[in-house]
């Protein structure tokens, strides 16, 4: 399946090479500062801010670049970490050494352990949730933050988390809010309360986490520094993806997102840009594309589903998959449930089905309605039919059900 994937993606790239899949801003064609780009934020009027060693970048919709730095603003440092802007329109921006500034487009103001209780000098991210708290993850704990007076961290003295070190903060749709951490795995903090899933009590697939997203199921994607794709799924099990267990390229996602189709992008550090279409991959690298550099540092995906990568040595490179259909891919599959024979997990091709599950004497065993996976933990081993329904077609498959004893 993945060589198919691959021709066809060579040859779709081929054809279409008058016209690139790739677009690259770089600072010898634009206004971009370097090209080695930390992390890239997109906000709600699709203005991309750049991150970047020696200042911020943003480009707007028509194509404008204004660069910020501790030159010609309020910055305090100009190694840039991460940027976000909140519901109020303010930007914020975290660096390296300088702590964090706020910019309303008229003021800044910066915060750093010298003049607040922000709790160390490097920001690493922030995410302001539905109670319009802020959320600011530092390398000395997780911040709670009203924009006034309150402050508080979280760290391993007063809560379970278990590590300091916090690289991504994410609110689920449940209201739930993830915590990534390096080296003490997710926190998840729910009713004023944290909890950790981490290689000592769970399945998880790495104590470090770097980037966390949800899909329509609210399944909670999960980059990992050595793990490859790690998946929380509603029922509390992880479902992970490594080279040894799938067609993911490497085992280090330092970014990724889902995309407006459900697709899992995933930034990859040494191969490339990884696609996850369930179930299948496919690895877009400089060998087989246009894309410069395979040594990728960030993602963020575009309204219009453009995806936005960070690099180490080419800068800013925005891949355009209209010129390569998924549904096209997909439409290779073969099965309609896999693995054949399955263990405790038993993944579906044909999303947004209701699906049932029927023993050979014809009795119903299951039923459930899901975009990517059904719990066979409790069947008895044997052979079954599994039957997908959308609003048209009817699918079966034939699945053996072999446990791990």
């Not at 100009?78 to 702590?99: E, F, K, M, S």
């Not at 891949?319 to 405790?344: G, L, R």
Request: include cysteine.
């Amino acid at each position: 399946m993945r060589n198919l994937l691959l021709l066809f993606l060579s040859l779709t790239l081929s054809a279409l090479s008058a016209q690139s899949a790739f677009t690259v801003y770089n600072h010898l064609n634009s206004d971009l500062p370097d090209d080695y780009i930390n992390n890239i934020y997109i906000d709600a009027d699709q203005n991309v801010w750049v991150c970047t060693l020696i200042g911020l970048a943003k480009l707007d919709p028509e194509g404008n670049w204004t660069i910020f730095n501790s030159g010609n603003s309020g910055l305090p440092d100009d190694n840039i970490q991460c940027a976000y802007v909140d519901n109020n329109g303010i930007l914020y921006v975290g660096t390296l050494i300088g702590g964090f500034a706020t910019y309303d487009g008229v003021t800044w103001n910066s915060y750093s352990p010298d003049n607040s209780p922000l709790p160390d000098y490097q920001v690493k991210c922030f995410m302001k949730d539905s109670n319009d708290t802020m959320w600011i993850g530092t390398t000395a704990g997780a911040v709670k933050w009203d924009g006034l007076d309150y402050w508080y961290t979280y760290t391993i003295g007063n809560s379970d988390l278990l590590s300091h070190n916090v690289n991504v903060i994410y609110q689920a749709e449940n209201g739930v809010i993830y915590m990534g951490t390096v080296n003490g795995g997710v926190g998840v903090y729910a009713d004023g309360a944290i909890s950790i899933y981490w290689l000592g009590n769970s399945d998880i697939s790495d104590n470090t986490i770097l980037a966390i997203d949800e899909d329509a199921s609210n399944n909670i994607w999960m980059a990992t520094s050595f793990g490859g794709l790690s998946i929380l799924t509603p029922l509390v099990e992880f479902l992970n993806f490594t080279p040894f267990t799938s067609d993911i390229t490497e085992l280090t996602v330092p970014d990724m997102q889902l995309d407006n189709d459900g697709v899992g992008m995933l930034a990859m550090s040494t191969t490339g840009l990884n696609i996850f279409a369930n179930p299948d991959w496919t690895n877009i690298n400089s060998g087989n594309s246009d894309l410069p550099d395979d040594f990728l540092t960030a993602l963020d995906i575009s309204s219009d589903n453009r995806v936005w990568l960070g690099t180490q040595t080419a800068g800013l490179v925005v891949y355009d998959k209209s010129f390569v259909s998924v549904q096209n891919q997909q439409a290779a599959y073969t099965n309609i449930a896999y693995p054949n024979p399955a263990d405790h997990i038993l993944f579906l091709n044909i999303p947004h089905t209701s699906c049932y599950i029927y023993d050979m004497q014809g009795k119903r065993v299951q039923k459930g309605t899901t975009d990517l996976f059904l719990n066979t933990r409790e069947l008895a081993d044997g052979l079954y039919m599994v039957e997908l329904h959308d609003e048209t077609n009817v699918y079966r498959q034939r699945v053996l059900i072999a446990h791990a004893h």
